[in-house]
């Protein structure tokens, strides 16, 4: 049995969603908060969440609310709030919870106004609270559907993620626990600029070749920025890593993947992002480069995202400075900072 008795879940979208109702299978009382009261009373009303994860039930222990207040007793948080939103929320958050209580990144991405990783958001605004990072292959929809999912949760100790975890398993959600924070959260944060590239090149009918040398350059360059900031190797090559690039890249699931393929459709970015869901690649990719050339680190894809993103350079002129690059040795760049 799960050690936590009363969950928090601080973002009523499909992902958030479907934490909580995992939560809420193992905890006595899970809440699930909604920025927009309106969301909350129409979830209280119906039981449902139907704007972001229709026709699947809300548990009876579930209780959606848009008072932070509600959550002051909750014995630990799971943050699914957007990752630009995370330290807003934590500011919030210092207002009511006590020390100790740990909270649970599951958003993926790096503050772009400060260049922090989101547990480094943590411990400035709450450094009292234990941070961890819940990251992998998943898509929401797959897991309120009781899909096999396997992610990874990674705490300070074993111990530690391994109690956050229970919080959350099921026969059909499985946790592998980790103490390499940095590490899943680089994989989770890299792998939504490298999927937008994947999604512009499916979109572009650049075919399947292309598709599976953008995931294989993708992942050299996770894993030197990964290395490069003190990543587990063997993070990078697991679920929050290798994983999760492969799903996000491959998938029209993806926000990101879906975004980067109307881009490669010819789709103004504007109108790209008109759907109303948060796209993370869109706000990383800058930062993300820009970490990268702190310490020379050459990604040449992510690069390329940016600079599109970024309406520096078009499309078919990025995929010509791609396809010009000099040919290398695939060793010496593997095991050098240089694409």
């Not at 601080?10 to 809420?24: E, K, M, R, S, V």
């Not at 989101?118 to 899909?147: M, Q, R, T």
């Not at 869901?277 to 990719?285: D, I, L």
Request: charged share 20%; with cysteine; aromatic share 4%.
């Amino acid at each position: 049995m799960a050690r936590y008795t009363h969950i928090a879940v601080l973002g009523a979208g499909a992902w958030g969603t479907a934490l909580a109702n995992l939560a809420a299978r193992n905890a006595a009382k899970v809440h699930l908060w909604a920025h927009d009261p309106n969301h909350a009373i129409e979830m209280t009303a119906t039981g449902v969440n139907a704007r972001r994860l229709p026709g699947v039930p809300l548990p009876a222990n579930l209780v959606p609310t848009a008072a932070l207040a509600d959550i002051a007793n909750a014995e630990a948080i799971f943050l699914a709030v957007p990752a630009q939103a995370v330290r807003q929320t934590c500011l919030a958050l210092a207002e009511i919870i006590g020390n100790d209580v740990p909270l649970v990144i599951c958003a993926k991405g790096i503050e772009r106004t400060s260049g922090l990783f989101l547990s480094e958001v943590i411990a400035e605004v709450l450094p009292e609270n234990p941070g961890a990072v819940l990251s992998g292959p998943s898509f929401a929809e797959d897991v309120a559907k009781g899909l096999p999912t396997a992610v990874t949760l990674a705490a300070r100790s074993e111990d530690e993620a391994a109690e956050l975890a229970r919080t959350l398993a099921t026969p059909w959600f499985r946790l592998y626990h980790s103490r390499d924070i940095r590490g899943v959260e680089i994989g989770g944060a890299a792998k939504n600029v490298l999927a937008i590239a994947s999604g512009i090149a499916a979109g572009r009918g650049l075919g399947a070749s292309a598709g599976a040398a953008l995931i294989a350059r993708g992942f050299a360059e996770l894993s030197r920025f990964g290395r490069a900031y003190g990543a587990d190797v063997a993070t990078l090559a697991g679920l929050s890593g290798l994983g999760d690039l492969v799903l996000t890249c491959t998938s029209g699931q993806s926000r990101n993947f879906s975004f980067g393929f109307a881009l490669g459709r010819g789709k103004d970015i504007a109108a790209a992002r008109a759907e109303g869901h948060t796209t993370e690649g869109v706000f990383t990719a800058g930062v993300l480069v820009d970490l990268a050339h702190r310490k020379g680190i050459d990604m040449p894809i992510s690069e390329a995202v940016d600079a599109v993103l970024a309406e520096r350079i078009s499309i078919d002129a990025a995929i010509e400075a791609l396809l010009a690059r000099p040919l290398k040795s695939e060793l010496t760049q593997a095991l050098s900072n240089e694409g």
